[in-house]
């Protein structure tokens, strides 16, 4: 009779320890599907903040330029877009646009560039040399985390002709 009750905790300790390997196996793979998930969320983070870092760079190069600079879309296409902003080269597909309008005027003229593919293209122009302030749109577009999604990232910035001081 002693045998017999042997042999049945051996039966148990087996279903025991397929169960807690069940178990074990579960937890391991949604430990992975959250560290997969946790790497996405990361990478998407990473990509915005690049284009951020994309836009607050292509702001304060406007922001050194002068007036007459920042009005003269020639000078912009050569000077401004021509090259990369740091840390656009972490972005897959980038283009930029930008777009200066005048502000507070009834003047309707705008100033539209865009680069895309390296290369820099001027879409509209106007004469907004004598207005006393500019809103400038600077947006950038990327393909983005998850599943090759296009993003969009802006920014808007008030230029006073003069600075704010003098206004």
Same mark, same amino acid.
Request: aromatic share 4%; net charge positive.
């Given at each position: 009779?002693?045998?017999?009750?042997?042999?049945?905790?051996?039966?148990?300790?087996?279903?025991?320890?397929?169960?807690?390997?069940?178990?074990?196996?579960?937890?391991?793979?949604?430990?992975?599907?959250?560290?997969? *998930?946790?790497?996405? $969320? !990361?990478?998407?983070? &990473?990509?915005?903040?690049? +284009? =951020?870092? %994309?836009?607050?760079?292509?702001?304060?190069?406007?922001?050194?330029?002068?007036?007459?600079?920042?009005?003269?879309?020639?000078?912009?296409?050569?000077?401004?877009?021509?090259?990369?902003?740091?840390?656009?080269?972490?972005?897959?597909?980038?283009?930029?646009?930008?777009?200066?309008?005048?502000?507070?005027? *009834?003047?309707?003229? $705008? !100033?539209?560039?865009? &680069?895309?593919?390296?290369? +820099? =293209?001027? %879409?509209?122009?106007?004469?907004?040399?004598?207005?006393?302030?500019?809103?400038?749109?600077?947006?950038?577009?990327?393909?983005?985390?998850?599943?090759?999604?296009?993003?969009?990232?802006?920014?808007?910035?008030?230029?006073?002709?003069?600075?704010?001081?003098?206004?």
């Amino acid at each position: 009779m002693i045998l017999a009750q042997n042999l049945n905790r051996h039966g148990q300790t087996i279903v025991e320890a397929m169960i807690a390997a069940g178990i074990s196996a579960l937890y391991l793979g949604s430990l992975f599907t959250m560290n997969g *998930s946790s790497m996405s $969320t !990361i990478k998407m983070a &990473r990509e915005s903040a690049c +284009a =951020s870092q %994309v836009l607050q760079q292509r702001i304060e190069s406007l922001r050194i330029a002068n007036w007459h600079q920042v009005t003269d879309s020639s000078w912009l296409q050569t000077n401004l877009l021509n090259a990369d902003a740091p840390g656009a080269s972490q972005l897959k597909s980038v283009s930029e646009t930008l777009l200066i309008a005048p502000y507070g005027s *009834s003047t309707t003229g $705008t !100033i539209q560039l865009t &680069r895309s593919g390296g290369l +820099a =293209s001027i %879409v509209s122009d106007a004469a907004l040399l004598t207005e006393n302030a500019l809103k400038v749109t600077w947006t950038v577009n990327f393909v983005g985390s998850p599943n090759a999604r296009s993003t969009t990232r802006q920014t808007v910035a008030i230029l006073a002709k003069g600075g704010v001081a003098k206004w």
